[in-house]
């Protein structure tokens, strides 16, 4: 069965300190992933996606992530954490098995929520 | 350029009620997608349409429906409600293969 998971339900970091979010995931052939980002009571915000190419994916606010093949993950990171970081941030796999354009039905991790103190 | 609209922002029903929420996909998308995010859960994938037709669907009971206008809004539909319905009901839209744009969402209370 495709899954992802985030093995962390929340991140302490301080504010300059790099941080780094974990997402592995499970699926079938080459994945599709993508990390967004939700403020309370918004919706989600895309953030950053790997699709093919270069392991390290860079994204929106200086987010990048590191896909790795070998060790099924796609953890995202920031080299200085902003106390404005804090969120909730979802890891998220392209449902590749009844998927029928690519970026939809997506499957969610259940989320890791980064504080940022000052 | 307005984003994803949803509407109601909020709204409270009773077990066996129905309910109808709104979604008006970004200017120039033409794909949307429903999920739902119970409390401390990610969002789950319920249903997409594009082209007025439901294109794929999620795990979910026929008592979640759907719809697509021809200006590509759409309309999800929950019969004979339950208490585990309640959730915040996200919108998403997308065009030609590209990212998801999210909506602020529905919050919806079954009491």
């Known amino acids: 069965a495709q899954s992802v998971a985030q093995p962390e339900d929340q991140v302490n970091v301080a504010e300059g300190n790099p941080l780094t979010v974990k997402c592995t995931y499970s699926?079938?052939?080459?994945?599709?992933l993508f990390w967004y980002v939700q403020y309370p009571n918004r919706g989600l915000q895309f953030l950053l996606k790997?699709?093919?190419?270069?392991?390290l994916v860079k994204g929106s606010y200086g987010f990048e992530a590191e896909f790795n093949k070998s060790q099924t993950s796609f953890h995202l990171k920031k080299p200085s954490a902003l106390v404005s970081d804090s969120a909730l941030y979802f890891c998220?796999?392209?449902?590749?098995?009844?998927?029928?354009?690519?970026?939809?039905?997506?499957?969610f991790g259940k989320g890791t929520t980064l504080s940022v103190s000052s | 350029d307005a984003g994803v609209t949803q509407s109601p922002t909020h709204l409270i029903k009773t077990r066996g009620q129905q309910v109808t929420l709104r979604c008006s996909p970004k200017?120039?998308?033409?794909?949307v997608s429903w999920y739902q995010q119970a409390l401390g859960q990610g969002p789950q994938f319920i249903f997409q349409?594009?082209?007025?037709?439901?294109?794929q669907r999620g795990n979910f009971p026929d008592r979640f429906s759907g719809h697509q206008f021809p200006n590509y809004s759409s309309e999800l539909n929950v019969n004979a409600l339950l208490l585990g319905d309640s959730a915040l009901y996200l919108c998403?839209?997308?065009?030609?293969?590209?990212?998801?744009?999210f909506g602020e969402g529905s919050r919806l209370t079954v009491l």
């Open positions: 998403a839209s997308s065009f030609d293969r590209g990212e998801l744009f």
């Open positions: 699926v079938s052939g080459n994945p599709y």
């Open positions: 790997y699709i093919t190419g270069d392991n």
């Open positions: 998220a796999v392209r449902d590749m098995v009844s998927s029928w354009q690519a970026g939809t039905a997506l499957i």
């Open positions: 200017s120039g998308h033409d794909t």
């Open positions: 349409y594009y082209e007025e037709e439901e294109r």
